[in-house]
Structures are given as structure tokens and as C-alpha cells.
């Protein structure tokens, strides 16, 4: 977590309360206290934030670079952490036990995965949707008998209508007239 000093003046252009009165305790003027960075000569120990304020260029450490999952989730989206190799060289870079970034890189797929299945299914149940059937696709009789043919679309009822030479003129209020249905009943044929 970070917490930025004097943000105020920059969004409300003046320092509020809590920022005037706060003394500043680093040894020089940060904007943020950054995420300490992993020791590699130390496992599991990171280096102090006012020795990490810059990268090795020079510049402002970006918001939340150390954070772990983040990366990972970022080094998966562009194709990495794929390999034993690759997820090895990232738990010794960020100081990290290689099985919790296997686990957190095994979520990820599985992730992939259900999303892939979940987009399979909605496209086959539109393409299911979409797909014109024929009047003997249908249990008309059962869906006359139990009001189904009621939650029909107007395309689908249509069917029933114009195989029974029945006017499919109208509102679907109209076209489910009891004059319509029952004819169906009467006859008992589909």
C-alpha cells in the first residue's frame, strides 16, 4: 500500500489538514512510500523503500511495480509464465516460493479455460436460438396442453399457425386467441 504525501494540493490545489500537519520522516522529500523491493542477496527480505525510490534508470518507481500478482497476471495477458524456466527466474526475481507463483499462474489457466468454455456455450445456445426450426421440431400438442406455446417467440408460434393454415396476422395477444388454440385442441393433430 502507498500512501502519497500532499496529493491534496495536486487534485483540490491546496494541502488539507492531515498533510500540513504531518512531518515528513524520510531522510529526503519522496511523493510516495513505494512497495519495498525484493533483496536478492537476502531471500525473503526486501531492501529498504529509501534506498528503492528509483529504478535503475533514474526515474520514479511506478505505483505498485513489486506487486506480485499484478505482474503475474500482466506477464501471463502478454504470453510469459508458460514455462518451469520463466516462472523459476520470476519467484527468485520478486523473492517468491516458485509453487505459490505455479498456483497463481495455474488459476490463471484455469481462468482461460472456463472463459473459453463459457463463450463456446453462449454461442452455441445463440446459434441454438437463432437456427430456424421446422413445425416437427416441436411438441405441439404438450405445449398447447400446458400453456408453453404461450412463451414462444411470434416467429415460432407462427410455425404452428401456418401449418394449421391459421391467420398469423396480428399481435401475438391476437394470434394466441382461444380460437386459435383451440382449434388445435379440438383436432388433437399436429
Not at 405441439?140 to 417467440?153: A, E, F, P, R, T
Request: hydrophobic share 30%; net charge positive.
Amino acid at each position: 500500500m502507498e500512501f502519497v504525501c500532499q496529493l491534496c494540493l495536486a487534485n483540490r490545489g491546496k494541502i488539507c489538514d492531515q498533510c500540513l500537519n504531518r512531518r515528513q520522516i524520510a531522510p529526503f522529500s519522496v511523493s510516495a512510500i513505494h512497495q519495498p523491493v525484493p533483496d536478492k542477496e537476502k531471500p525473503l527480505r526486501c531492501i529498504s523503500v529509501f534506498q528503492t525510490a528509483k529504478d535503475k534508470d533514474g526515474q520514479a518507481r511506478a505505483a505498485d511495480d513489486w506487486q506480485i500478482r499484478a505482474n503475474i497476471k500482466h506477464l501471463w495477458n502478454e504470453g510469459k509464465l508458460r514455462s518451469k524456466p520463466e516462472i523459476d527466474s520470476f519467484s527468485v526475481e520478486f523473492s517468491v516460493e516458485a509453487s505459490l507463483v505455479q498456483e497463481c499462474v495455474n488459476h490463471l489457466a484455469n481462468l482461460e479455460k472456463v472463459s473459453t468454455i463459457s463463450a463456446q456455450q453462449r454461442a452455441a445456445t445463440n446459434r441454438k436460438k437463432n437456427t430456424p426450426n421446422v413445425h416437427h421440431d416441436y411438441e405441439w400438442k404438450d405445449l398447447v396442453k400446458s400453456g408453453g406455446i404461450q412463451k414462444l417467440l411470434v416467429r415460432k408460434l407462427d410455425k404452428y399457425l401456418n401449418h394449421h393454415r391459421l391467420s398469423t396476422s396480428g399481435k401475438k395477444d391476437l394470434k394466441m386467441s382461444s380460437r386459435n388454440l383451440c382449434t388445435y385442441s379440438k383436432t388433437g393433430h399436429g
